[in-house]
């Protein structure tokens, strides 16, 4: 199926009502929230200065409270700089926010080890690493996308409501996928659309394959910033929000080719399997995008072959009730 999309009468423009609606009364982040994170990343400098005043321990704030993709309920990830290497050891800081009343779980074998934390006080939760900054970098891409159009904000932030209601945005403990993941899938969507919405951000490059490289691999960092250039880049594209999702929905309920293609945000494009040596073992049985900078990882990795299943079906859902006559709020039916 290919062309362009044809949506039932009066669809779009409600579609596209619905999804401003929630976004702007649900999604939009309050200002009491913002607040939260401002005094939790506070109290947590102060634990960090009172139990190791001597070492230099600089705080980075990523993800979702800084890349413009967060709602009220998004957590807090922080990413810790430091040469006192013996913070690495997530039990170390783990012990210490225990001190101050936190309830910490330690995920120390992960690719990235990490502490999660919750605060009983502000009730709010925090996702803590020690010098992996890799992620800042993929923080500042997803700021600059959002950036250049007024849709992608909205526009991802509704993807993201809908995995998180439908119960197919959790990586880690669910089998499912990330929120990064959802979101390089559908910045990549805006990206192949006939005129493209964002551009291509990366240089060209050779894709990197997983039996070649390893964490230690080095990894080009660079990619076009310049916000003032991109500004509007998407102007000639006039889709609605409700065209745009009707047709995201669609594509990866019956178009998208699950066992052969890659989706490629460094590229701009869709990749073979073939090409990125991912026609073998594992992932060539499951949904496979690449990560924009670290291109030998595969961001759906943690989703096996019965959790895309479950992922397609859910694209299928969404499009069906939509086409049916229901409306947005009848997709993110909490599961
Ligand atoms: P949410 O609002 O759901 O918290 P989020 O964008 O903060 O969304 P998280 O899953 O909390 O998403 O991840 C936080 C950040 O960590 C991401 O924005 C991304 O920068 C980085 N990240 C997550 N997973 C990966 C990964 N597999 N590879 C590289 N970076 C990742
Ligand atoms: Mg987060």
């Known amino acids: 199926v290919s062309g362009r999309v044809v949506l039932p009468t009066g669809l ?62 998004s957590d807090v990830d922080i990413c810790l700089t430091t040469k006192h290497r013996m913070l690495e050891d997530v039990f170390l800081l783990s012990s210490v926010l225990r001190k101050y009343g936190m309830c910490t779980y330690c995920v120390p074998r992960a690719r990235v080890p990490i502490v999660k934390a919750w605060d009983p006080e502000l009730r709010i939760a925090a996702d803590i690493n020690v010098n992996n900054t890799i992620a800042l970098h993929n923080t500042r891409m997803l700021q600059t996308f959002v950036a250049i159009d007024g849709r992608v904000r909205p526009f991802v932030m509704a993807v993201k409501h809908w995995t998180k209601c439908r119960d197919i945005n959790d ?5 499912t996928l990330s929120s990064y993941a959802w979101a390089t899938l559908a910045i990549h969507f805006l990206q192949t659309r006939q005129p493209p919405i964002v551009p291509v951000l990366h240089p060209p490059a050779p894709s990197l394959r997983a039996d070649k490289c390893t964490d230690a691999s080095p990894v080009d960092l660079t990619f076009d910033d310049d916000i003032t250039r991109l500004r509007d ?37 869709y990749l073979s399997k073939a090409e990125k040596g991912w026609d073998q073992g594992r992932p060539s ?43 947005y709020d009848n997709v993110c039916e909490v599961y």
């Open 12 to 73: 779009e423009k409600s579609l596209t009502a619905q999804i401003l609606h929630t976004y702007e009364t649900r999604l939009f982040p309050s200002a009491e929230s913002i607040e939260v994170k401002r005094a939790f990343i506070e109290k947590f400098a102060t634990v960090l200065v009172s139990e190791f005043p001597d070492w230099e321990v600089d705080i980075h704030v990523f993800g979702s409270s800084v890349n413009g993709l967060g709602s009220s309920r």
């Open 171 to 175: 990586a880690a403990f669910g089998g």
């Open 233 to 269: 880049f998407g102007r000639d594209n006039t889709e609605s929000l409700g065209y745009l999702l009707y047709a995201f929905f669609r594509t990866y309920a019956f178009e998208f080719d699950y066992r052969h293609q890659v989706v490629s945000l460094r590229n701009g494009c």
């Open 285 to 327: 049985r499951i949904f496979c995008i690449e990560e924009p900078f670290s291109t030998w990882l595969n961001l759906a990795h943690s989703a096996n072959e019965t959790a895309v299943e479950g992922i397609r079906q859910e694209f299928q859902r969404a499009f069906c009730i939509l086409r049916d006559g229901g409306s």
